[in-house]
């Protein structure tokens, strides 16, 4: 039971460079989303989806890019990468409203 | 704008001793509240509370949230090493138009249990 994969676990970018972080959930959830952890300041949610196809924006949107073509998979893009991104990133899914979201095991970015 | 405080955001005990963490909310269409708890990588779900008085339980650790006070506490009894982690609440709202609950974080407690 994999449930909720997040690719790379490490990766260290040059300001400017464009990447994306991949996760995958095998549990057939409805919700996915993406959240940044940084010191101090709890997980921000970036975006998220109710379903394929339906993304919105969440706390902190800028500089970030989301698709959803399956109900599986839901990339995250930096598409100019910054500094400020260097965090550490969490990918999360749930069947619905009112249910545990189920967290990967996050990607530590740096960005030099 | 949604909030959510944690209090204390750093404590250290003994083990054996009985901690209680703290977490205040100020939000517009609340659903519940969650709190996990955070080792070395992803949180890990502890507790959903929907209404108020009702004290959920799990073994040594056991929650209760007061709606009209608007806060929730988190106490472990007895407490261990493995129970050094950060203890993160978080607050589950309506996010408009669809029925995506939405959750806003609180800063999370450190927790440290000395042997």
């Known amino acids: 039971n994999a449930g909720v994969t997040q690719t790379p676990k490490f990766q260290v970018l040059k300001t400017g460079q464009s990447m994306t972080l991949q996760c995958a959930q095998d549990m057939n959830h409805e919700y996915m989303s993406w959240y940044r952890q940084d010191p101090g300041m709890g997980l921000r949610l970036i975006h998220y989806?109710?379903?394929?196809?339906?993304?919105d924006q969440g706390e902190v949107p800028n500089g970030y890019n989301v698709s959803r073509s399956t109900t599986e998979d839901f990339p995250l893009r930096l598409l100019s990468a910054a500094p400020s991104q260097t965090s550490v990133y969490f990918c999360?899914?749930?069947?619905?409203?009112?249910?545990?979201?189920?967290f990967g095991q996050g990607t530590r970015l740096t960005v030099v | 704008e949604d909030k959510v405080v944690q209090s204390p955001l750093s404590l250290v005990v003994h083990e054996g001793d009985t901690v209680t963490l703290n977490c205040s909310y100020e939000v517009t269409n609340f659903r519940s509240l969650l709190w996990y708890k955070q080792e070395k990588k992803a949180p890990t779900f502890l507790f959903m509370l929907?209404?108020?008085?009702i004290e959920k339980k799990s073994g040594r650790l056991s929650s209760i949230l007061d709606k009209k006070e608007l806060f929730s506490i988190l106490n472990i009894t007895a407490t261990q090493t493995g129970d050094s982690a950060i203890y993160l609440c978080?607050?589950?709202?309506?996010?408009?138009?669809?029925?995506?609950?939405?959750?806003?974080f609180g800063q999370g407690t450190i927790l440290t249990v000395h042997p």
């Open positions: 989806s109710v379903g394929a196809g339906i993304t």
């Open positions: 978080a607050v589950e709202t309506n996010a408009g138009g669809t029925s995506y609950g939405k959750l806003t």
């Open positions: 929907t209404s108020s008085g």
């Open positions: 999360a899914s749930s069947y619905g409203d009112s249910t545990e979201a189920f």
